[in-house]
């Protein structure tokens, strides 16, 4: 799996589990709504962090890469 594909399936798992929170937090559905909330900032959490260290580390590898490629340029050519 490649890291764009990676932050995809991290972004749209995090996108479904807020959208199930937030439908969860409605005060219409649940008296208790506070202390679910509170409990729910974990995952966002985790989810965005995860996102940046996996867009962080495809940025290395990809910078690596490349300065891989320049150093095989024969520059006497």
Same mark, same amino acid.
């Given at each position: 799996?490649? !890291?764009?594909? +990676?932050? !995809?399936?991290?972004?749209? @798992? &995090? +996108?479904? %589990?807020?959208?199930? &929170? #937030?439908?969860? %937090?409605? /005060?219409?559905?649940?008296?208790?709504? $506070?202390?679910? &909330?509170?409990? $729910?900032?974990?995952?966002?959490?985790?989810? @965005?962090?995860?996102?940046? %260290? =996996?867009?962080?580390? !495809?940025? +290395?590898?990809?910078?690596? =890469?490349?300065?891989? #490629?320049? /150093?095989? +340029? $024969? @520059?006497?050519?």
């Amino acid at each position: 799996m490649r !890291g764009d594909q +990676v932050i !995809g399936v991290i972004f749209v @798992a &995090a +996108v479904g %589990y807020l959208n199930f &929170a #937030a439908w969860r %937090y409605d /005060g219409k559905w649940n008296r208790w709504r $506070d202390s679910i &909330a509170n409990a $729910d900032i974990g995952l966002g959490h985790f989810a @965005a962090s995860s996102s940046f %260290y =996996a867009g962080l580390l !495809g940025t +290395v590898i990809g910078l690596m =890469a490349q300065f891989q #490629a320049l /150093g095989a +340029v $024969d @520059a006497t050519k």
